[in-house]
């Protein structure tokens, strides 16, 4: 099994920025690609980003260009860099980790609010 543990989240103003950490721990080596979705109120989870263990990554057309994820595999740790925020950011956000069996493990949420 893989635990996780997300931390960051918080309430900014339009345009600010953020930086969400996801740590892994439990099954390490099973791990294959991390990232993290959102999900808004009334809304489904989407994607936000993710990225494999060798590092390929993808993201949502909503933010691309404003967030970068990146993973330091020596921490066993996912970021999710966002600046320029704006209020259709505001949601909970999750981490996830996907593992090589196919099974996806979940993050408890973050939530960030972004006020105009």
């Known amino acids: 099994q893989v635990q996780l543990v997300e931390s960051g989240g918080g309430l900014v103003q339009a345009g600010g920025s953020l930086r969400l950490s996801c740590a892994a721990s439990?099954?390490?080596?099973?791990?294959?690609?991390m990232g993290w979705y959102r999900q808004a109120p009334g809304k489904q989870r989407e994607l936000v980003a993710g990225?494999?263990?060798?590092?390929?990554?993808n993201s949502a057309d909503s933010v691309k260009g404003r967030f970068t994820i990146s993973r330091d595999n020596a921490k066993n740790t996912v970021y999710l860099q966002m600046n320029s925020l704006k209020p259709e950011d505001t949601a909970v956000y999750y981490c996830y980790t996907l593992v090589w069996s196919g099974y996806i493990y979940w993050g408890q949420g973050t939530q960030v609010t972004v006020s105009s």
């Open positions: 990225i494999t263990s060798g590092g390929s990554t």
């Open positions: 439990g099954s390490i080596a099973s791990i294959n690609a």
